[in-house]
């Protein structure tokens, strides 16, 4: 960051390579794929705008900055669309797996392609927090302790987001959890 700061272009480049994978996949969870990339580069620009005021926390690694950097873009764009709950992108736009298992016949392959369209619409029903919360959790496999930092909340509240959206998306997937059993 300091030689960012210095206006080394190739250390931001180094750096957008590093981390482009973990803001574009958090940002596409959290609204979709369609705008990631677009609100990931806002991520990056915003990164280099202020890499003279960052400084290294004992507390906090650099991802966890950039995640809250992350957070407060994403929570914008979902302010600006003036909705707070975003529909998840259709198959053709990445919101699914474009290649079904082989292994699993037609009508298995119909029944996961059901199951992954009910567990996004679980998610993008999830207040903004708890779903960032759950997306940094569960596929950043961030520590707790992180996500506290990048919501700006404390550890038990982030427990207490993650009980409510694990507590809420088991409701919501219900009829699919007793099918499995």
Known sequence: ?????????????????????????????????????????????????????????PQAKFTTWLLTITKRLVFN???????????PQRREEGGFPEHPDPSLGPDAQILDSELHLAIEMAMSSLPERERLAVILRRHEEMPYEEIAVVLGVSLSSVKSLLFRARTTLKEKLAPYLENDR
Do not use: C, K, Y
């Open 1 to 57: 960051m300091r030689l960012i700061a210095a206006g080394d272009e190739t250390a931001f480049r180094d750096l957008v390579e590093r981390h482009q994978q973990l803001v574009i996949g958090a940002v596409a969870r959290m609204i979709g794929s369609a705008d990631a990339e677009d609100v990931s580069q806002q991520v990056f620009l915003n990164v280099w705008r202020s890499s003279s005021r960052w400084r290294p926390q």
């Open 77 to 87: 764009e979902s302010r600006r669309r003036s909705r707070s709950r975003l529909i």
